[in-house]
């Protein structure tokens, strides 16, 4: 039986939106139903910008009363609760900061204690647990969980790209269970629908691999010597980035050298992707 591992995610805040109207309210402003989030499972969503930019991602938790928690990016917390405060209008809903810690678990069974969900990203991704500080007891560090997310290759807004600056395609949201397509209107469903139906997203999430530890966040990434990217999460010998797949493909087919802070990496999709590389003799613009 694997290792279970339990730890506290500080670069997590939690946004609570609670009232008679959160799930109505959430369902017109995010890219997810907030049906997906119940029986023990969070949705993955984003509030984006009207032009289909991604002002936060977040875990969505249904809560017994019926709110909800945000499970999102520290930094990009108190906009995401602004923006949805601002929005709100006469709707009866309140949004407010949520004093409960976020904690991840996985390798082994759901955590006992507390709020416990599913992460609905990836299957071994395992779970989200809220809970009061000094309730949980922990046995891994949040380095431990970013080392496992990069193993998998689940990219994450804020680390991989900025916040404000990215698109949900870029971050595989469509492909990660975080665009509800069938959904009603929401903030910026015009721009991710176009990018769907059009077949326009490029710039996609890749896994990156060296034969030594890679450098931190935000290295720039060179193919033939020449500026691609930079580089996103990173643990060891593995990282992800966000690049444009048609100039990879490329330039892989060209046989110029990917290199990070001059070590040569290998470049390759996430197992779960359901992109492919673009045909490398119709280049994009």
């Known amino acids: 039986m694997a290792d279970s591992f339990l730890c506290r995610l500080e670069s997590r805040s ?27 499972k969070a949705a993955f969503g984003a509030l984006l910008t009207p032009q289909g930019k991604i002002i936060s991602d977040f ?10 928690l945000l499970d999102a990016p520290a930094a990009g917390a108190a906009d995401l609760a602004k923006r949805l405060a601002m929005f709100r209008l006469r709707a009866d809903v309140t949004v407010t900061a ?20 599913a992460d609905p990203r990836h299957p071994d991704l395992g779970w989200r647990l809220y809970a009061p500080e000094g309730t949980i007891v922990t046995n891994a560090r949040e380095a431990d969980w970013q080392a ?21 395609h870029d ?6 269970h975080g665009v509800d397509f069938d959904k009603g209107c929401y903030v910026g469903q015009e721009v991710v629908s176009r990018m769907r139906h059009r077949g326009t997203a490029r ?56 290199t990070v802070d001059g070590r ?14 673009p045909d490398a003799s119709k280049p994009g613009d």
């Open 171 to 176: 971050l595989a949201m469509d492909t990660l």
């Open 59 to 68: 875990l969505l938790v249904r809560q017994e009363d019926g709110g909800f």
């Open 264 to 277: 040569p990496v290998s470049v390759a999709l996430p197992a779960w992707a359901d992109y492919g590389w």
């Open 203 to 258: 710039r996609r999430p890749v896994v990156l691999s060296a034969d030594t530890d890679l450098p931190p966040a935000g290295t720039e990434i060179l193919i033939g010597g020449r500026v691609a990217g930079h580089l996103g999460s990173a643990s060891g010998r593995q990282g992800i980035a966000v690049l444009r797949l048609d100039r990879v493909s490329e330039a892989l087919a060209a046989g110029e050298a990917v």
């Open 98 to 117: 949520s004093p409960l810690l976020v904690y991840a678990g996985w390798g082994g069974p759901r955590p006992e204690g507390g709020l416990a969900a």
């Open 14 to 40: 939690l946004v609570e939106v609670a009232g008679p109207e959160a799930a109505d309210f959430l369902d017109r402003m995010i890219t997810q139903k907030t049906e997906a989030a119940g029986g023990g």
């Open 148 to 168: 496992h997310r990069v193993a998998l290759g689940v990219p994450e807004a804020g680390t991989e790209l900025p916040l404000n600056d990215v698109f949900p």
